[in-house]
């Protein structure tokens, strides 16, 4: 509990003490108007302040407001314990929403410290990896593709292109070269680049990354955005009604004055439309937390009440629906050594941070001498181009050797084929296979029973190796041999006649696709930065069962929320028109409100428990 909290605490006890002395004591007259004055600004001091200076700001009609009119209006009727309860009960009220939205986000903030950054520095012509914290201005670091660059900092060799969009709103890479400024937070998306340090970790733009994410709260869901702008009609129209009100009968009909000034002073009380106002973002708030628990990044409730509303599920194939874990099955050389082959596509893929390279480089085992490597450039969805002891070598898929003019031949084993040729010379080639995740066929039958219409596999590589793992999956197209680009514009066909379209990837070439799709959804620890940057949804733990989860856990915020509304204004709707035929008091129009909020907040509180 933070400082303010305990405060509110000891004040709402004080003024609970003083109040129930002065209802004892029995005074009179003006002695009692200040007997209860005491607990009555011991307790609402900081809401009659923000009133005041609300409506110096001309923005007056908050619920704060209302409050202040509603419990000075009971002082002027002569209800001091009603005023002085009514201030007591909005601050439980306050309190109550304020713990509620403290503790889901703590949990957001604590999943977010699961991802540590780090940076390879250079000492003594040595690769360290180190905390991007220990790196001093001035040093040397090494950025490969698919890293963020951990410092802020000043290429010095390589060019690349930098995705900067977390930290500028532009979509678009930007190119990069020796002598160019790289921000930490951008993503390098091609090439290894080496920069110097222009500024400290704790000092550089990465930081202010993580508490983009941290407040993502702020990025409204339309049913918010909605209740904000409700309350700011609603509450001059209810202000004008009451002052109508308290005016018209006794003006009218000659009715007595205080019996309608009561009336509407229980009617502003009752309209306050703080349980609306606190409860929905805290139900969309208690949706992300809950969901960061059981690992699922939200970076905002529109993005909730988007995957809520899903009903076409794009896939990317590598790393979403298969581990990523390629093995070697077989080395085909030509005119080499299987191990000259094999050592010539690790010290290609040295540089890359793709499952293909991984393999490969588990498979090598040994120790590759960087000296020995020049300029690499990774070809999104081909492979990758190196300069190795001055020759250049071609390490990837058919469409690489096409581009590289070599004469390659598809291998009779199935699995994803890597080809290797030295300019055009055709080497050979190395079979590896990947392995369906084990949950992967479940998830895909799960979303069916959620009512996902359609299903899509998108994928870079081979039809054979494709068609094995969609159908043992289950969905219901598969797209392969599909560049990059070919995977936005799949997406963009589907749109229009997807009713919603979420896309799950993993790749630093999937960026693109996650940005196009309604929902961009990535898998965490295995994908890249750059996917994880472009995403608005990150599976932190890989598993394609938490995707279903994801929308489950949508859907049930977004039905809370609707609950609240409905609920709220069902509840005030009764109390106001019981208020306005007089048969109602303040008390029940304060318990009715606190009572909404408090219930409206419980209800909220239920999205946030950790889902199964
Ligand atoms: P997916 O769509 O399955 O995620 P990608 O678009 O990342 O696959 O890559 C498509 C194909 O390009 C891979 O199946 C592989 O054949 C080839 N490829 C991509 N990167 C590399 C690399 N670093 N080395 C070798 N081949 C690669
Ligand atoms: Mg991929």
Same mark, same amino acid.
């Given at each position: 509990?933070?400082?303010?909290?305990?405060?509110?605490?000891?004040?709402?006890?004080?003024?609970?003490?003083?109040?129930?002395?002065?209802?004892?004591?029995?005074?009179?007259?003006?002695?009692?108007?200040?007997?209860?004055?005491?607990?009555?600004?011991?307790?609402?001091?900081?809401?009659?302040?923000?009133?005041?200076?609300?409506?110096?700001?001309?923005?007056?009609?908050?619920?704060?407001?209302?409050?202040?009119?509603?419990?000075?209006?009971?002082?002027?009727?002569?209800?001091?314990?009603?005023?002085?309860?009514?201030?007591?009960?909005?601050?439980?009220?306050?309190?109550?929403?304020?713990?509620?939205?403290?503790?889901?986000?703590?949990?957001?903030?604590?999943?977010?410290?699961?991802?540590?950054?780090?940076?390879?520095?250079?000492?003594?012509?040595?690769?360290?990896?180190?905390?991007?914290?220990?790196?001093?201005?001035?040093?040397?670091?090494?950025?490969?593709?698919?890293?963020?660059?951990?410092?802020?900092?000043?290429?010095?060799?390589?060019?690349?292109?930098?995705?900067?969009?977390?930290?500028?709103?532009?979509?678009?890479?930007?190119?990069?070269?020796?002598?160019?400024?790289?921000?930490?937070?951008?993503?390098?998306?091609?090439?290894?680049?080496?920069?110097?340090?222009?500024?400290?970790?704790?000092?550089?733009?990465?930081?202010?990354?993580?508490?983009?994410?941290?407040?993502?709260?702020?990025?409204?869901?339309? !049913? /918010? @955005?909605? #209740? *904000?702008?409700?309350?700011?009609?609603?509450?001059?129209?209810?202000?004008? %009604?009451?002052?109508?009100? &308290?005016?018209?009968?006794?003006?009218?009909?000659?009715?007595?004055?205080?019996?309608?000034?009561?009336?509407?002073?229980?009617?502003?009380?009752?309209?306050?439309?703080?349980?609306?106002?606190?409860?929905?973002?805290?139900?969309?708030?208690?949706?992300?937390?809950?969901?960061?628990?059981?690992?699922?990044?939200?970076?905002?409730?529109?993005?909730?009440?988007?995957?809520?509303?899903?009903?076409?599920?794009?896939?990317?194939?590598?790393?979403?629906?298969?581990?990523?874990?390629?093995?070697?099955?077989?080395?085909?050389?030509?005119?080499?050594?299987?191990?000259?082959?094999?050592?010539?596509?690790?010290?290609?893929?040295?540089?890359?941070?793709?499952?293909? !390279? /991984? @393999?490969? #480089? *588990?498979?090598?085992?040994?120790?590759?001498?960087?000296?020995?490597?020049? %300029?690499?450039?990774?070809? &999104?969805?081909?492979?990758?181009?190196?300069?190795?002891?001055?020759?250049?070598?071609?390490?990837?898929?058919?469409?690489?050797?096409?581009?590289?003019?070599?004469?390659?031949?598809?291998?009779?084993?199935?699995?994803?084929?890597?080809?290797?040729?030295?300019?055009?010379?055709?080497?050979?080639?190395?079979?590896?296979?990947?392995?369906?995740?084990?949950?992967?066929?479940?998830?895909?039958?799960?979303?069916?029973?959620?009512?996902?219409?359609?299903?899509?596999?998108?994928?870079?590589?081979?039809?054979?190796?494709?068609?094995?793992?969609?159908?043992?999956?289950?969905?219901?197209?598969?797209?392969?041999?599909?560049?990059?680009?070919?995977?936005?514009?799949?997406? /963009?066909?589907?749109?229009?006649?997807?009713?919603?379209?979420?896309?799950?990837?993993?790749?630093?070439?999937?960026?693109?696709?996650?940005?196009?799709?309604?929902?961009?959804?990535?898998?965490?620890?295995?994908?890249?930065?750059?996917?994880?940057?472009?995403?608005?949804?990150?599976?932190?733990?890989?598993?394609?069962?938490?995707?279903?989860?994801?929308?489950?856990?949508?859907?049930?915020?977004?039905?809370?929320?609707?609950?609240?509304?409905?609920?709220?204004?069902?509840?005030?709707?009764?109390?106001?028109?019981?208020?306005?035929?007089?048969?109602?008091?303040?008390?029940?129009?304060?318990?009715?409100?606190?009572?909404?909020?408090?219930?409206?907040?419980?209800?909220?509180?239920?999205?946030?428990?950790?889902?199964?």
């Amino acid at each position: 509990m933070t400082k303010p909290q305990k405060l509110i605490i000891w004040r709402m006890g004080g003024a609970v003490l003083l109040t129930a002395g002065c209802c004892l004591l029995k005074t009179t007259g003006w002695v009692r108007l200040v007997s209860f004055i005491i607990p009555y600004l011991l307790v609402g001091y900081d809401v009659l302040w923000d009133a005041v200076t609300s409506i110096v700001r001309l923005q007056p009609f908050d619920e704060k407001f209302l409050m202040s009119i509603a419990t000075i209006g009971a002082f002027v009727t002569g209800d001091y314990t009603e005023a002085v309860a009514v201030m007591i009960f909005y601050q439980v009220g306050e309190l109550f929403s304020d713990l509620a939205v403290g503790k889901s986000r703590r949990s957001i903030a604590k999943l977010m410290d699961i991802r540590p950054d780090c940076a390879v520095v250079l000492r003594d012509g040595q690769q360290l990896t180190v905390s991007p914290d220990e790196v001093r201005v001035g040093e040397t670091i090494v950025v490969r593709p698919g890293e963020r660059v951990p410092l802020d900092g000043r290429i010095i060799s390589g060019e690349t292109t930098l995705n900067t969009s977390a930290l500028t709103g532009e979509s678009l890479p930007v190119e990069a070269r020796e002598g160019d400024a790289a921000i930490s937070g951008s993503i390098n998306l091609s090439g290894t680049i080496t920069l110097v340090t222009t500024s400290s970790f704790a000092e550089s733009t990465v930081s202010k990354i993580l508490e983009l994410v941290e407040n993502a709260s702020d990025k409204k869901a339309r !049913a /918010e @955005s909605f #209740i *904000t702008r409700f309350a700011r009609i609603y509450t001059p129209c209810v202000v004008a %009604a009451a002052v109508l009100l &308290a005016l018209i009968p006794p003006l009218a009909f000659g009715q007595d004055y205080s019996v309608w000034l009561s009336r509407a002073l229980i009617f502003l009380v009752v309209s306050c439309p703080c349980a609306l106002v606190v409860s929905v973002p805290l139900s969309f708030f208690g949706g992300i937390g809950g969901a960061s628990r059981s690992g699922i990044l939200i970076k905002g409730a529109n993005y909730l009440e988007a995957l809520s509303k899903v009903r076409t599920v794009v896939f990317d194939k590598t790393g979403t629906l298969t581990k990523g874990n390629f093995v070697v099955d077989a080395i085909h050389p030509h005119l080499v050594t299987e191990a000259q082959l094999l050592d010539i596509a690790a010290a290609a893929e040295s540089y890359s941070v793709h499952p293909v !390279a /991984e @393999s490969i #480089i *588990t498979a090598h085992g040994g120790h590759i001498d960087r000296a020995r490597i020049g %300029a690499t450039t990774e070809r &999104a969805g081909m492979g990758v181009e190196a300069v190795i002891d001055g020759e250049r070598y071609f390490v990837g898929n058919g469409k690489l050797m096409d581009l590289a003019g070599a004469d390659w031949h598809e291998c009779h084993l199935s699995g994803t084929t890597v080809h290797i040729s030295r300019d055009d010379n055709y080497l050979g080639h190395i079979v590896i296979n990947d392995q369906i995740k084990p949950n992967a066929a479940r998830a895909v039958s799960e979303l069916h029973e959620l009512g996902i219409r359609h299903t899509v596999m998108l994928t870079g590589d081979n039809e054979r190796s494709a068609r094995a793992v969609g159908e043992a999956v289950g969905v219901d197209e598969i797209r392969s041999g599909l560049y990059p680009a070919d995977k936005v514009a799949a997406v /963009e066909e589907l749109l229009p006649t997807a009713n919603g379209l979420a896309f799950v990837g993993d790749g630093i070439n999937d960026a693109p696709v996650l940005a196009r799709a309604d929902v961009g959804v990535a898998m965490g620890a295995l994908g890249s930065d750059a996917a994880i940057e472009a995403a608005d949804i990150v599976l932190m733990d890989d598993k394609p069962e938490k995707l279903p989860l994801a929308i489950s856990i949508s859907r049930k915020t977004m039905r809370i929320v609707k609950q609240n509304i409905v609920f709220t204004l069902a509840v005030k709707g009764v109390i106001l028109v019981l208020s306005a035929m007089g048969l109602t008091n303040m008390w029940i129009a304060v318990f009715g409100d606190v009572g909404v909020m408090v219930i409206a907040i419980l209800n909220s509180m239920r999205a946030m428990r950790k889902a199964e």
